[in-house]
């Protein structure tokens, strides 16, 4: 017996009638306006979806479940040794609200190592593309191809009930979950070390202690894998890629369309490409210096000469948050242990030491604190992974756990097809007239 699922499944029938009582009793109370910036601009700011996985709180970062990233890192359970927590863990934590025991972390790492297997045709795709293609492009294709084996797309077929809709959907998410880390490696050695033979999953650990070991990494990329993962694993349902995986899934389209749909957004320059560009930015700049380790006077000196010529200082600042982001300081904890010496991790330690100054004295940006993507690319290229188009597809997989999770639950309260309202400029220009003319 799934254990984690009946607990989901008593979840869900307590918060089914909270959903119920708002759409029938308060469903016509406003709770937002919006401004011809917000429609012209993307939507940016409009309170219009709801989602109880994730919350990006402007001063304490993203919050899982109502718990700070600190707390998460904190209150989950570790493998033996390991300094970062089981990803299996932060996955239960995601569908159910409750920080899980050991116990209950081994039943999620059963799961998961049951459903692991890869079909043979799978791999066949895989080595069917040119050796030129992008890891997203196969990474997404590989996920399409696993749709045959859809569980929730059989049982809809056979007409289940509505209600029942989660339940299926439950099963294709940790098949599909399970199996992200053995398509992610594989891809990485097709591209990245031809000739190679890949390495077999071993059964024996766990989720990113298996991804470390078919990475071909030691100690301690294992660890290195849970923190990328559990950072990367869900930002509420605005951003590009959870939006997405939402809006695919909102037409009761399965978890593999939709996650294959999330990882297409997740490709785009605009969102999941940002750590390789600070990467890019860095080793620049470390070229333009001959190698060497500026002095703070002389980083200041090239910030301020980068700001004036018009430019920004790659992974700085944020949309919402007005602090550090949390997932920027666990990562240089980490990297203050295991990258105090690395040269480029100087670098990132001295314009955090300088940039936010700068900024500030410059007076443009709303946030002058470093965001997850000044440090997240540094730690892999540390680590032997040099490949930067390989970078979106960890950060696929850690948002892959969290995104799946989002869809469980808007299959079990029933959430409807997405289906905003649209204006012509013309229609826009109107209201505004009337608007001003008040």
């Known amino acids: 017996m799934d254990l984690l699922k009946e607990k989901l499944r008593k979840k869900i029938e307590e918060w089914r009638p909270r959903t119920e009582r708002l759409m029938h009793e308060f469903g016509d109370v406003v709770i937002d306006k919006v401004t011809v910036s917000q429609v012209l601009g993307g939507m940016r700011g409009i309170k219009s979806l709801v989602t109880d996985i994730s919350y990006l709180d402007p001063n304490e970062g993203i919050r899982y479940r109502g718990y700070t990233l600190p707390e998460v890192f904190e209150k989950l359970p570790k493998p033996k040794g390991a300094e970062m927590p089981y990803v299996e863990g932060l996955f239960y934590l995601l569908l159910t609200g409750d920080i899980p025991n050991d116990e ?7 799961e998961f190592r049951k459903r692991r297997i890869l079909p043979r045709y799978v791999y066949e795709v895989i080595d069917a593309f040119p050796c030129c293609s992008h890891p997203m492009v196969i990474f997404s294709s590989a996920i399409m191809t696993l749709e045959r084996e859809s569980f929730f797309n059989k049982k809809y077929q056979a007409g289940i009930a509505k209600s029942d809709y989660w339940d299926s959907t439950y099963e294709d998410t940790l098949n599909l979950l399970a199996k992200l880390p053995e398509i992610a490696s594989y891809i990485y050695h097709k591209l990245y070390r031809e000739g190679q033979k890949r390495i077999q999953s071993n059964p024996d650990l766990d989720y990113g202690a298996n991804f470390a070991h078919m990475m071909g990494k030691t100690k301690p990329y294992d660890d290195v894998s849970r923190l990328h993962f559990i950072i990367h694993a869900d930002h509420e349902s605005g951003n590009v890629s959870a939006h997405t995986g939402h809006l695919v899934a909102s037409s009761l389209s399965d978890v593999y369309y939709s996650i294959s749909a999330m990882i297409n957004g997740l490709a785009g320059p ?14 620049d700049l470390m070229d333009k210096m001959g190698g060497d380790i500026p002095t703070e006077d002389e980083m200041k000196q090239y910030v301020w000469q980068t700001l004036n010529s018009g430019q920004v200082i790659p992974g700085y600042g944020h949309a919402v948050l007005r602090k550090t982001d949390p997932r920027y300081t666990v990562q240089r904890e980490f990297s203050l242990k295991y990258l105090k010496d690395d040269p480029l991790f100087k670098y990132v330690d001295l314009l955090y030491k300088v940039v936010p100054d700068i900024l500030r004295e410059q007076g443009k940006a709303k946030n002058p604190w470093p965001n997850v993507d000044a440090q997240s690319g540094i730690i892999q290229w540390h680590f032997g992974v040099t490949e930067y188009d390989f970078y979106t597809v960890l950060f696929g997989i850690g948002r892959s756990i969290g995104i799946c999770a989002n869809i469980i639950w808007d299959r079990a309260l029933g959430y409807p097809l997405e289906r905003p309202k649209s204006l012509t400029t013309d229609m826009l220009e109107e209201m505004v007239k009337k608007a001003t003319a008040k």
């Open 104 to 110: 209950e972390v081994g039943e999620v790492i059963d």
């Open 270 to 283: 605009l969102h999941g490409l940002a750590n390789q560009e600070v990467l890019r930015w860095l080793q």
